[in-house]
């Protein structure tokens, strides 16, 4: 059986709050989230509402990124990230990244933190000498498995 990809999206949010973050990281992008590999579905910790599943609409704005998976390490990461869903959105981890300090809060995510963790979770370290809590759009663009 041939291995498939999930994507790995990352958005260029437009609102205040995105440029603030866009801002603040220094990076292009204010957001990320995994696309399942139905291709419409992603999993995402969004404020307000906490890690969530959802369709994808909009992809305007949006860069996705293919990194290689076996099909077993892909059964992982989705059974991983629905496991999730439910948990709070990580407001203090989202001021520590703003703030430059390791604040977080335990068994809940802000949206760079949850995909980054997804991928630690199977196995894959996406950046070296980094911690989920730490993880910003523009860490994590510099990936070397995002293609």
Same mark, same amino acid.
């Given at each position: 059986?041939?291995?498939? &990809?999930?994507?790995? +999206?990352?958005?260029?949010?437009?609102?205040?709050? $995105?440029?603030?973050?866009? =801002?603040? !990281?220094? $990076?292009?992008?204010?957001?990320?989230?995994? +696309?399942?590999?139905?291709?419409? !579905?992603?999993?995402?910790? =969004?404020?307000?509402?906490?890690?969530?599943?959802?369709?994808? !609409?909009? =992809?305007?704005?949006?860069?996705?990124?293919?990194?290689?998976?076996?099909?077993?390490?892909?059964?992982?990461?989705? $059974?991983?990230?629905?496991? &999730?869903?439910?948990?709070?959105?990580?407001?203090?981890?989202?001021?520590?990244?703003? +703030?430059? &300090?390791?604040?977080?809060?335990?068994?809940?995510?802000?949206?760079?933190?949850?995909?980054?963790?997804?991928?630690?979770?199977?196995?894959?370290?996406?950046?070296?000498? !980094?911690?989920?809590?730490?993880?910003?759009?523009?860490?994590?663009?510099?990936?070397?498995? +995002?293609?």
């Amino acid at each position: 059986m041939q291995d498939k &990809k999930i994507k790995v +999206l990352l958005f260029r949010g437009k609102g205040l709050l $995105s440029t603030l973050i866009r =801002w603040k !990281t220094n $990076s292009i992008y204010s957001h990320a989230a995994i +696309l399942l590999p139905d291709g419409k !579905t992603i999993i995402e910790s =969004w404020q307000g509402a906490g890690v969530r599943k959802k369709i994808m !609409t909009d =992809w305007k704005d949006v860069d996705a990124y293919n990194i290689d998976l076996t099909n077993e390490q892909i059964g992982y990461i989705v $059974s991983y990230l629905e496991s &999730k869903v439910g948990y709070k959105y990580d407001y203090l981890g989202a001021l520590g990244i703003a +703030l430059n &300090k390791p604040y977080q809060k335990k068994s809940r995510y802000f949206c760079f933190e949850l995909v980054f963790e997804a991928f630690q979770y199977i196995g894959i370290k996406l950046l070296n000498r !980094t911690v989920a809590r730490e993880c910003t759009g523009s860490l994590l663009m510099r990936s070397h498995y +995002l293609k």
